[in-house]
């Protein structure tokens, strides 16, 4: 399976048009809205940020994919610049009306189509702005416009992400494609829709939208999405903060002849593992164009009696703010990444614990051991770092993505003003 | 009651000499190695760093103070530039010969003496030079060797911390005196050693001494401790990351015609406030003198169903990224500060949260008002900021200091190199 990261990732899947236009929202000029058709109706999942304050198009989203009998969509529409967050009544009603007016600059049956917003928080969207990049957009769909697409989502974004798989096997054959924006704001911790008579539940701003051709059910597709994005968005962290907006959506159009992939067949175990691959890839372009990032930082941590702890193991080093300068300033600090794992909340014997830079071992059961600090200082100035930590009691293990933590972190957030 | 900050707060308490002395811990040049002896043998009582990698001198202390029957103390030894920390069985030895050389040095019985170290992690103690350095610092003991303590135990601080309070009515006459180090890695979560037989415990780098001329016994110290500590040093946060070395020590004399203070009376009140009064003033200080630090930042969470939520929510607000650069640009950026307590996982209604910037109210009942922005931002730029959330839901309340996160803070932390 080869992921490919090139441009218009989205419509590279056949059946679906997209656009990227430029209505306003965005102060310098740029793209600011994007448009995806699917062709034909789609199953769709999702997943949604499980921060409290969950912006509107997080509410909207979630409660049409929450009834029993989800509807197929046919369109996503998403706008950045504005979040649409913490804008009360009025930020719902305006959510609901970016659904109505692309279904109506569409001619596509009502609740077809859902929403995403990213930006800044509490501030309600220019509506008129909206609505005319809504039917610029449906006027200039088309089968190349996934790469406008991509760039209409970013906010302070340096690049686009975008991920696209072709599977042409006997036992499937099918393509996946998305695109995800995200840089400042990112510690995703999303879940699935509550259902309507579920408890009430306390539900990152990374957004994303795959699509696919493949034929799958709503309830498969979305245990499909679940399991992707335990171990690709999920793992992911910049600065610590989850959104009010991450949202993660799926499509699924199915071709004219396809089969429909059930759990348990080839086909199935062939769709996830490449949209595992797909969410892999987007989470860790994420975590790569972290606001200030100089690295993408792979932390690994084995040895955990869970696969829980070890991710908890590994997420708490991901955020600590001295292991992040630690590694902006290429200085081999393991001290500092032992002081984060401790401090962690998981089972740990010091004396069994083995920590690696690369193929550099720095600590061995709880020792420092007497290391190349040059070969060690030129490993950490490269711009992929893996640190490798195994706890030696179970066999836990989990793989996280961060980046550095360096002074352009500090300028893009202390000197962008509301 | 007044909080004194003035220097020498240590030797102000009858009864106290202290020293600070230079042995070549520092590269600078500067003190590094400080001693504190009590005339007469002093109750004591501890709390230590509940992280797993625990240094040396915590293990230690520990160890002692958690005997069925502590011994009186008469005299602590604290080095910076070396934490003696993940150190292995090597540096718990050169911990207990800290000891041993101050109790030779002194002409004190055996474990008389506790030990506190600050400073790199996983080097072993250059244990030539500690020695000389104590000797030294027990030849220069003296009543108003206070000051010259509080500064050979600062490691990036920019100024010592002192605090100083003297209680003098009809119900109690003592005087507490302390004296604190931390500005990097702070995020104390501390607790009382585990006794001998209890659970294994997992168990932040300031360190802290406070001395007393009152009569405690041992277990009303302790208690009196874990009191004062909960809503001081566990209550603040530079980077949110727990040190392998946080010690905070209290020792308590008797002065030769003072009354035993026990519990419920009226000079414990007096006793647990005014040591309630210097923990706060110290670990004010620390946050305050946090690494790269322009604001001391006050966080206080209302209305929570619980303390202990109120707590978690202050301290997810203290710890955001995202808000603490919004703080040194000088930005009333409250999305920030909701999105952060709406990831905390404590009880929320975003109907009913209100935000407050110092007199100014920012939202209300969830909905961002139309508050005046130029006199927001002028009030983030003032020395000290604060922030108050009210979640409308209970009588938890809790109070957390932190500082902002600037330019100066990656400098010192990918500047510094192991």
Chains 1, 2 share one sequence.
Not at 254 to 266: C, F, K, L, M, V
Not at 278 to 307: H, N, P, Y
Not at 397 to 410: E, G, H, N, Q, R
Request: some cysteine.
């Amino acid at each position: 399976m080869r992921i490919e990261a090139s441009p218009g990732a989205v419509t590279r899947v056949p059946g679906y048009r997209a656009a990227g236009v430029a209505c306003g929202l965005k102060q310098s000029g740029q793209l600011d809205l994007a448009l995806v058709l699917s062709d034909h109706p789609a199953t769709a999942a999702g997943v949604f940020t499980t921060n409290v304050f969950r912006a509107a198009p997080v509410l909207y989203d979630e409660a049409l994919l929450a009834r029993e009998h989800p509807p197929l969509v046919r369109a996503v529409v998403i706008n950045a610049g504005n979040a649409n967050a913490c804008t009360g009544a009025a930020g719902l009603q305006d959510a609901e009306r970016m659904a109505r007016i692309t279904e109506e600059a569409l001619g596509l049956p009502r609740d077809t189509v859902l929403v995403m917003s990213t930006g800044v928080i509490g501030h309600r969207l220019p509506m008129d702005r909206v609505e005319q990049g809504i039917y610029a957009a449906a006027q200039s769909l088309s089968t190349s416009g996934g790469a406008a697409a991509a760039r209409a989502i970013m906010t302070t974004d340096l690049v686009p992400k975008e991920a696209y798989v072709r599977i042409d096997s006997e036992n499937g054959r099918f393509s996946i494609g998305g695109m995800a924006k995200g840089s400042g704001m990112i510690h995703p911790a999303l879940a699935r829709p509550a259902s309507p008579t579920g408890n009430p539940y306390p539900h990152a701003t990374m957004l994303c939208l795959i699509v696919s051709d493949a034929r799958v059910s709503a309830p498969v597709l979305q245990d499909a999405l679940d399991a992707a994005v335990a171990r690709s968005f999920n793992r992911i962290t910049v600065d610590g903060d989850t959104s009010t907006n991450d949202t993660v959506l799926l499509l699924a159009s199915g071709q004219e002849n396809a089969t429909e992939i059930t759990p348990d067949s080839e086909a199935h175990r062939l769709f996830q593992a490449a949209l595992n691959e797909v969410c892999t890839s987007l989470a860790k372009q994420i975590a790569r164009d972290g606001e200030g990032a100089t690295r993408l930082v792979e932390i690994t941590v084995c040895g955990a009696i869970s696969e829980f702890e070890a991710e908890r193991a590994a997420k708490t080093i991901a955020t600590s703010p001295l292991v992040k300068t630690a590694i902006f300033g290429a200085d081999p600090n393991w001290g500092r990444i032992l002081a984060a794992v401790g401090r962690s909340n998981v089972h740990i014997d010091p004396q069994r614990t083995d920590l690696w830079l690369g193929p550099v071992q720095l600590v061995a059961a709880g020792t420092p051991l007497d290391f190349d600090v040059h070969a060690a200082r030129a490993m950490l100035r490269q711009p992929e770092v893996a640190i490798r930590l195994d706890l030696g009691l179970g066999s836990g293990t989990a793989t996280v993505w961060t980046c550095d933590l360096s002074y352009k972190y500090i300028e893009i957030n202390a000197e962008y003003h509301t």
